[in-house]
Nanobody, 119 residues
Framework: VQLVESGGGLVQAGGSLRLSCAAS????????MGWFRQAAGREREFVAA????????YYADSVKGRFTISRDIGKNTVNLQMNNLRPEDTAVYYC?????????????WGQGTQVTVST
């Protein structure tokens, strides 16, 4: 499974961005899909996840109420809508896919897309 992220960029604090992750398979609905991020000098951290068929979604406390993960089955993509962005959201964002269906186990990773939030 190959994953390609897009939609990153530079935005002012309070603004919005929509990240997309395109999967190379048509069975994305049978995979758990997640978003992670890694800021400079920090470890990668969990952001959001959607389990098999989108049955459940999970969010890090730091993004609850601001970020929304969703699936576009027809386009084999998973999106991350990010609203009310803060400077601390600045990081490289990675898409991940897992065959277990669990929100916390992933087998495939994208190359990442940079998100920079200015003050």
């Amino acid at each position: 499974v190959q994953l390609v992220e897009s939609g990153g960029g530079l935005v002012q604090a309070g603004g919005s961005l929509r990240l997309s992750c395109a999967a190379s398979v048509s069975t994305v609905d049978s995979l758990s899909m997640g978003w992670f991020r890694q800021a400079a000098g920090r470890e990668r951290e969990f952001v959001a996840a959607s389990t098999w068929h989108g049955h459940s979604t999970y969010y890090a406390d730091s993004v609850k109420g601001r970020f929304t993960i969703s699936r576009d089955i027809g386009k084999n993509t998973v999106n991350l809508q990010m609203n009310n962005l803060r400077p601390e959201d600045t990081a490289v964002y990675y898409c991940a896919a897992g065959e277990s269906g669990s929100y916390d186990l992933y087998d495939y990773w994208g190359q990442g897309t940079q998100v920079t939030v200015s003050t």
